[in-house]
């Protein structure tokens, strides 16, 4: 028997074992917990020592960063010319040159709108009004500045807009049109009104069941044959309705999960207070089922922002297309591999802060218990 | 003991059900249902699980829908009619087996959003009222935490406040304390004998006896979707007349 160190009721918080807290356990539990992580360890590292130094030597050290031609290239290791020669066309395609302050000054009027948005202590009314801004009036200011045609500034036709500031036109459009319209067919596809379902399972089911690259031509190629010129719009319009239709057939079916993890007591509950139906939705369920889903959310964005590229098949260059194009260059044969390095991490870049984004907003936004 | 049965009551009718029947697919839940509740009544609904009770009092503000009879709340019959059924909805309150608060929400935007967007009251009254309530069920203290980051039974006493913020003139109480922790009945309980002595029309199905003694001005016992007894308390608990009706008694108060 061991002695009673401490009265009864009165024994204190001790800290826990030394070895169960700190690196050296953080290690042996992550790392070599056993023999077979052991095994998996003593084999990543040896993967990183084989392949980290050399592609670093292709991307760095035995690159070449400064020229104007492909004979500034030594061809040891990337040639990082072709990307500084084509830079202007893999950002803004073949946009006037002269006239590209238009889209630099509506990234500056996005960027200066949008930050006061994450910044914690910015009032309410301000970023209400911040982002009703970019919601509303922004697209139409865009559309002013860069197809032009009023206020003084030249006509740029659509077939000229490429690279990343096509990519990005079409991911932004899709990612703000898609999701209202998302939810809506999500609400209609759990209405009591059999219509209204029955048209949102078919409209979601239609979309859902074609390739985007189906849509796309369709758009492009078939549309034509059977509305007269005159009525059909631009290509890249036709794009982006398409785009948007097929990515919120998409979008639906993640909002109507997270509609369906929705407790049934918080409708009733929502119902008992005397709530109509459009209020208890945007009030009550809305707000818990879309916190729920913002991963599926972002994922369809991200989906979405990546299926972009898939406008090349109609003609549209962007951010990839565009590298693509400039690697067919007869001058430049041979350079894809920068190309498509450089395309890669312009994506990466992007799909990647929407990540990040979601898991901080599903953060902020977690308050405990759901119910 | 049930002192408040020989009480005077009002003679207006608040609630009336007649020959209501409720159907489940091919299921019979509800038979002939026949009830009167006076303004200030407070009735007791007691009986065994699966006998229809919680689906009657949730008849009464149309969270489920019956095919038969009438249901008629403050004047207005319950029909597909939504207008309706918002205006009945907007004088009763209703308090919940699991609470149901909006977890999204702090315990304060729980109590003020209905007010504020049924009712239209402008937000600072809203919140005044919100706090007098959240101090009569004495929880001032919690009104910017979360719900999640309350107890069971501090739950269940917002919900009771976020009810009575619409200044409901009828309350439905469906089991109430069944979800609770056996600490946390008595502070629920008390919130509601406060409520009954206040002169709130209530029905309430619950299994608490003692509750049913205390306040209520007749009890209801209901049996496979029929109300099989209905009396005073003391003669509920003392002459019960009806077997089913003694052996569930014998069953829940037997030890």
Sequence with gaps: MTEQKYPIGQYPNLPPPKNSVG???????????????????????????????GLLDWAFFSADWVGTSRDDCSREGACWVFINVWFDQLMYGRFPEDQVWRIQASYIIAIAAAIP???????????????LFLLVLFPIICFYLYYGGSFGLEVVETTLWGGLFLTLVIAVTGIVMSLPLGILLALGR???????????????????????????????????????????????????????????????????????????????????????????????????????????????????????????????????????????????????????????????VFCFTMSRYSQSLERRLNTGHRN | MSENSQ????????????????????????????LEVKKGERIVVCGPSGSGKSTMIRCINRLEEHQQGQIIVNGIELTSDVKN?????????????????????????????????????????????AMHYLERVKIPDQANKYPGQLSGGQQQRVAIARSLCMKPKIMLFDEPTSALDPEMIAEVLDVMVTL???????????????????????????????????????????????????LFLSQILGH
């Design chain 1, 23 to 53: 690196v050296v356990a953080w290690l042996r539990d992550s790392l070599f917990s056993n023999w077979f992580n052991t095994l998996l360890t003593i084999l990543a590292i040896y993967i990183v020592i084989k392949t980290i130094p």
């Design chain 1, 117 to 131: 948005l994450f910044i914690p202590a910015v009032s309410r009314k301000i970023k209400t009004a911040l982002a």
């Design chain 1, 190 to 348: 759990r209405s009591n009104m059999p219509v209204v379902k029955s048209v949102c399972i078919v409209f979601i089911e239609f979309w859902r069941g074609i390739p985007l690259i189906t849509v796309l031509f369709m758009a492009s190629v078939m549309f034509p044959l059977f509305v007269p010129e005159e009525l059909s719009p631009d290509k890249l319009i036709r794009a982006l309705i398409g785009v948007t239709l097929f990515s919120s057939a998409y979008m639906a079916e993640v909002v109507r999960g997270g509609l369906q993890a929705i407790p049934k007591g918080q409708y009733e509950a929502a119902a008992a207070l005397g709530l109509n139906y459009w209020k208890s939705m945007l009030l009550i369920i809305l707000p818990q089922a879309l916190k729920m889903v913002i991963p599926g959310i972002v994922n369809t964005f991200i989906g979405l922002f990546k299926d972009t590229t898939l406008v090349l098949i109609i003609g549209l260059f962007d951010l990839l297309g565009m590298a693509q194009l400039a690697a067919t260059n007869p001058n430049w044969l041979g350079f894809s591999i920068e190309g498509y390095v450089f395309a890669a991490l312009g994506f990466f």
């Design chain 2, 7 to 34: 009480r005077e009551l009002s003679e207006e009718v608040v609630i009336q059900l007649k020959q209501m029947h409720k159907w489940y697919g091919e299921f019979h839940v509800l038979k002939d249902i026949n």
């Design chain 2, 85 to 129: 059924i918002e205006e009945v909805r907007r004088e009763v309150g209703m308090c919940f087996q699991h609470f149901n608060l909006f977890p999204h929400l702090t315990i304060l935007e729980n109590l003020t959003l209905a007010p504020m967007w049924v009712r239209k009251i402008p937000k600072a009254e809203a919140e005044a009222t």
């Design chain 2, 196 to 246: 009954a002595e206040e002169g709130m029309t209530m029905i309430c199905v619950t299994h608490e006896m003692g509750f049913a003694r205390k306040v209520a001005d007749r009890v209801i016992f209901m049996d496979a979707g029929q109300v099989i007894e209905e009396n005073n308390p003391h003669d509920f608990f003392e002459k019960p007349e009806n077997e089913r009706t003694k």
